[in-house]
């Protein structure tokens, strides 16, 4: 009964805030009150979401689903609408009940239907329909009792402002058919608390759609009760900041789409006023999924959609840049195509053939010792340390077209007839694609139509086509032909010894006369980060001068399969264990807590014991007091500036191998200080020093 109780509790306070694109359930609380403005349609609202999450849970939908509100908004919307004009009495209720049936049953096909089809959230469409079928549907029935509009008894005492900010509060209000200015302005307090960006975008989906109605010298009648100015902000919001990640250029896509909302509020509103029916949100539905609809067709980079669960616009931005940095737009493992050490010989915009369409291509030449690329014996293709050497499949994928018959060419020739001589091309994804070439004649063992793994071997590295010495070609593009239009695409990690000593690069493109080669995996690194979903451990965990606190941590997986560790308080860390290095990905929790620690100290951790060292990008948020990540907030979306930096090297002390870990702001002043010795199992040992002086330990219970 408990769970029951508590899945009622969380799908129900879950339903206000996904109406405004949150998932927060305090927020929902406090739009919840914003109701109580209007006493019956807060009463209809609540038992609309109730209804539609019961009848869900009965009709057996996932409970996850219900849980954040996917099924009890709507119903929120129609509960709320039900009660503007008719009395709250026993026939309302009855009436509600079949409108709530109808609703899930609408929702249930639309979520199919626009998912698999045009891979679209349903929306508030369910609600626009059940609610327009409702209205007409009263004319029919004579046992429900019509009411003027309600209207709260202290609005006469809210304060005189300029039209236009009390038609925005109006506007925040109808979100929720609420007339009063006390709402809206709750409301608005709720979006500024809830997002930043959110709120800036309500201001200017609002501020466009009104400026086009008095620019035409419009109407204003229904934007001034607020029953039409919400589809200005739900669109801007919607297409600016909640379903594309927020920057410049969505902010003004969603300029545009408010403007198209208030174009369609017009057209809708001439046919459903015959009939005393409000607009509703057709025009938010209607212009939000066109818009986010034909971004996706046109694959602009601009306009990136947010593949991954939503959360906050400011979370979605920070989590995509943050991974962005990390791991890349492919969110495919990429590595270099050979083994053993390699230089460079040519880079990207490179002087000699990397130019204009082929710009973002890479040679790479196999060295010896004193990084030289030949023996120096003579000049056949032998002396080269090349010729001859293993070529490997940069990442997984299929064969979908192999070169395999041109001759080599002489040291100092070129075949200007095939440029690109024998070759490898390999799809790895939907218009992604690399391209490998200059390889030895009939050296290719594999086929077309083959499906590799990364490091699959492919070939010998040869001479052949437009190559004057022995060297590797390779670059990625997004068509299937060769020698297609280049694409930048950035390696997964890899070893860089240009310098003099080891940088292990994280998702980074090597640059000419860069020396390079993949990581060799250690094997004791790896079993330390081995985390099986069903694992329990047990964590001492010690504030050096206070008690020490005994923790559980947990590794389970969720509902997508990610993995994570979960500790007695709820806090979350996911993580990603791959072929060469364990990532932290996430952490949801406490930033005092000892899985938050051990989130620090293990970021990104290559699997190698060589001397080392790396840095990868961090997220400003658990660095940063509630004014600056205030701040931030508003100027990430126009600058990358706001991040800090987390640095690792690997280090032997006293035969010992540690990984000490840092993370710096823009000042390169650290903010913690941390080192992890993996030579027990996991957490190993970890100490903590933050910037204050305090100091932690963290170890596993015997």
Known sequence: MNHFLKTIYISTLSAYSTVLFSGKLSLGFLIFCATLFNPPAAITGLLGILLSNLLAMFLGVYEERIKKGLYGFNGLLVGLSVSIYHQLDFNLIIILVAAIILLVFVTLSLEQILSYFFGLPVLSIPFVIVSIILYLSFYDYKGLENKAAYVFKYDEYFPELPFYIMYYLKSLGGIFFQSSPWSGLCIAIVLLISSRIIFFLSILGFGLGLSFHIILNGNLDGIAIGNVGFNYILTAIGVGGYFLIPNPSTFILAGFASIASALVSSFTKIFLVQFNIPVFALPFTSVTLLFIYVARLLRNRKFIFVDFQPGSPERNLDYYKTRLKRF?????????????????????????????????????????????????????????????????????????????????????????????????????????????????????????GDYILAGTKLGLAGNSGRSLEPHIHMHFQSNPEIGSNTIPVFFTQYQDESKGSIEIKFNAIPEEEDIVNNLSPDFNLKSFFSLVPGEKINILFEKVGHTKFEDEWRINLDLYGNRFIEDDRNNRLYFLSALDYFAALDYMGAKNSSLFFFFLATYRIPFVRTKSHFEDKISYKPFSSFLMRFFKDLIHPFTDTVGFTWKGQIIEENSNFLIETSIEGRNQKPVYELRLNPSSQVPGIVEVKDHLGNQWIINRKS
Request: charged fraction near 20%.
């Open 328 to 448: 890349g737009e492919t969110g495919l493992y990429i590595r270099l195509p050979f083994s053993g050490k390699w230089k460079i010989s040519q880079g990207y915009n490179g002087k000699y053939t990397h130019k204009e369409a082929w710009k973002e291509s890479l040679d790479f030449m196999a060295i010896g010792p004193e990084n030289k690329i030949r023996k120096g014996n003579d000049d056949s293709l032998g002396d080269f340390y090349t010729y001859g050497l293993n070529v490997l499949a940069p990442s997984a994928g299929r064969i979908i077209k192999i070169v395999n018959h041109i001759e080599d060419n002489p040291v100092g020739s070129v075949d200007t007839k095939n440029n690109w001589g024998n070759l490898i091309l390999i799809e790895h994804a939907p218009f992604f694609y690399s391209q490998l070439s200059h390889l030895q004649k009939n050296s290719i063992l594999v086929k077309e």
